[in-house]
């Protein structure tokens, strides 16, 4: 059964404390993004991969940090640097050459 | 820098009425249009989308949208909508060049049976 998996779904933390946020695709597609998504804001892209190795900052990159080691991987770190942690965070993955983005169900992290 | 803009935040309709969503955005070359629906507890999914061609674009579950490249609008339309269309709908373009998408802020829909 293809497709993306976000784990865990919920997350709780204390301020101060980094968080890494799980993605993973069996999809074979060779991009993925991050977004984060508040209410009344819509999503607003944080990092996004084209290739295994290589990722490129979003438009709000400030106070997290991601990898690229494989190609099914692209984990989301959120650092204590990030002044507004709580949110929705989405990932996402496309094929090269497509312009559909396919999303996971979504990880929604509390900080207090 | 690009944009997308979608004009109505939050709508409440009753089953059966005609729905659209407008969707303005401000690139002027040529872009790629698309609608997501989020469904509540749901994955973001893609609705439709416009590449080329037949500027009306049908999508999943009787939704359509029109591409009108003098008002830079793609509107999305469903002439009766049913208490399942309860979802979060937005509006995302890309451009020729940009290999990232730009959303809209997002449409919340309410159907009340």
């Known amino acids: 059964d293809g497709g993306i998996t976000q784990s865990p779904k919920y997350l709780f933390r204390k301020e101060g404390q980094n968080v890494t946020l799980s993605c993973e695709q069996n999809?074979?597609?060779?991009?993925m993004y991050w977004y984060r998504q508040d209410p009344g804001q819509g999503l607003r892209l944080i990092y996004y991969?084209?290739?295994?190795?290589?990722?490129q900052k979003g438009d709000i990159a400030e106070g997290y940090s991601v990898s690229r080691e494989k190609k099914e991987s692209f984990p989301l770190t959120v650092t204590s640097a990030q002044k507004n942690p709580t949110a929705f965070y989405l990932c996402?993955?496309?094929?090269?050459?497509?312009?559909?983005?396919?999303f996971g169900p979504g990880t929604r992290l509390t900080v207090t | 820098a690009q944009s997308v803009s979608q004009h109505n935040h939050h709508v409440i309709l009753s089953e059966a009425a005609s729905l659209e969503l407008g969707c303005n955005y401000s690139?002027?070359?040529?872009?790629?249009l698309f609608w997501y629906v989020q469904y509540p507890g749901q994955h973001l999914q893609l609705l439709l989308k416009?590449?080329?061609?037949d500027p009306l674009v049908k999508g999943i579950k009787g939704f359509e949208a029109e591409f009108i490249k003098s008002k830079f609008s793609f509107n999305l339309r469903k002439p009766s909508v049913q208490w399942s269309d309860t979802a979060e709908y937005f509006c995302?373009?890309?451009?020729?060049?940009?290999?990232?998408?730009?959303w809209g802020l997002g449409t919340s829909l309410a159907v009340n049976p």
């Open positions: 996402a993955s496309k094929l090269e050459g497509s312009y559909e983005q396919y």
């Open positions: 999809l074979n597609h060779d991009a």
């Open positions: 991969s084209q290739i295994v190795n290589d990722f």
């Open positions: 690139y002027g070359g040529t872009v790629n």
């Open positions: 416009y590449f080329s061609g």
């Open positions: 995302a373009v890309k451009d020729g060049n940009n290999r990232k998408l730009i």
